[in-house]
């Protein structure tokens, strides 16, 4: 299922979103993907800026001859971590390796990775960032993002294969969203055999979405686990939001704090989501 639009209004434009749209955007277009780069060069792009389970792990950059074992001719070990001797010389020096766990979140695998990360990051993250607000809203995409990535590290710690895309950071602002607005109506296409376009509880759109994520292909080179991650780190918030006024009192913009008066609206004031179909299909 592809989301098109939430039926879920907000009160304040969505700059933050907005720039990290822009921003993925543009790196994407002026900076990973030039114009002369072939797939070696994608491949020692990766090496320099992203993240990378071993050196997570290991605190420095890979070695040379690790790099040799997983990517070069007779490789293939994408577990090379400590392979070869102690003292081979790093293959980027001086690479920040912390740094990069937060610069691969505005890196991507290709034009369909990023198509897609930025719808749902359009979708859903202007909500979270209207109840948020912008600075608070930033803290909490980035620290999903790192925890994504922590969660992919945990599960392949010895993985020397980079890891980018911003999935993990927007799929913690998916599970906050899964946990505030289950009933808010999606506009969706469907393919069942051919495209159809539905109205779509949030609940069952995510939660579809969040299952998918167990069966993906180990060789598919997606990194599920940093999708599960992510948003299990985003609707434990939201739980933890939603059930204690003092932390939503505190985190939320005063203009929305509010809403903690009285039930949670859940439809992200769109009302009964059978009700809205009715109006929507009169209009």
């Not at 740094?99 to 979140?105: E, F, H, I, P, R």
């Not at 990051?121 to 979270?128: D, E, P, S, V, Y």
């Not at 759109?205 to 299952?211: A, E």
């Not at 939320?252 to 009302?271: I, S």
Request: charged share 15%; glycine share 12%; with cysteine.
């Amino acid at each position: 299922m592809l989301p098109l639009k939430d039926v879920n209004p907000t009160r304040r434009k969505p700059v933050v979103t907005l720039v990290l749209i822009v921003a993925c955007v543009g790196v994407w277009f002026l900076w990973q993907q030039e114009p002369q780069r072939d797939r070696t060069e994608d491949l020692a792009f990766n090496l320099e800026q992203a993240a990378i389970p071993c050196e997570l792990v290991e605190g420095r950059p890979l070695t040379r001859q690790e790099v040799e074992a997983a990517f070069g001719r007779f490789g293939g070990d994408a577990d090379a971590c400590g392979v070869g001797r102690e003292d081979s010389p790093p293959a980027v020096p001086g690479k920040s390796v912390w740094g990069a766990a937060v610069a691969s979140m505005f890196f991507h695998g290709g034009i369909m990775h990023i198509g897609g990360n930025m719808l749902y990051l359009w979708i859903f993250g202007n909500n979270i960032e209207d109840h948020l607000g912008h600075v608070r809203y930033l803290v909490f995409y980035l620290v999903g993002g790192v925890t994504a990535t922590g969660a992919h590290v945990l599960l392949q710690p010895d993985s020397v294969v980079p890891v980018v895309g911003a999935s993990g950071a927007i799929a913690a602002v998916m599970g906050a969203y899964l946990v505030w607005y289950p009933r808010a109506p999606v506009r969706t296409v469907a393919l069942l055999g051919f495209p159809i376009l539905i109205t779509i509880q949030a609940r069952w759109l995510l939660g579809i979405w969040f299952v998918l994520q167990f069966l993906t292909n180990p060789n598919s080179g997606v990194a599920w686990a940093a999708h599960v991650g992510g948003f299990v780190f985003g609707a434990l918030f939201g739980l933890l939001v939603r059930s204690l006024h003092g932390a939503a009192g505190f985190l939320f913009t005063p203009d929305h704090r509010g809403e903690l008066v009285g039930p949670w609206d859940d439809t992200g004031g769109a009302g009964d989501h059978h009700e809205y179909r009715r109006i929507h299909r009169h209009r």
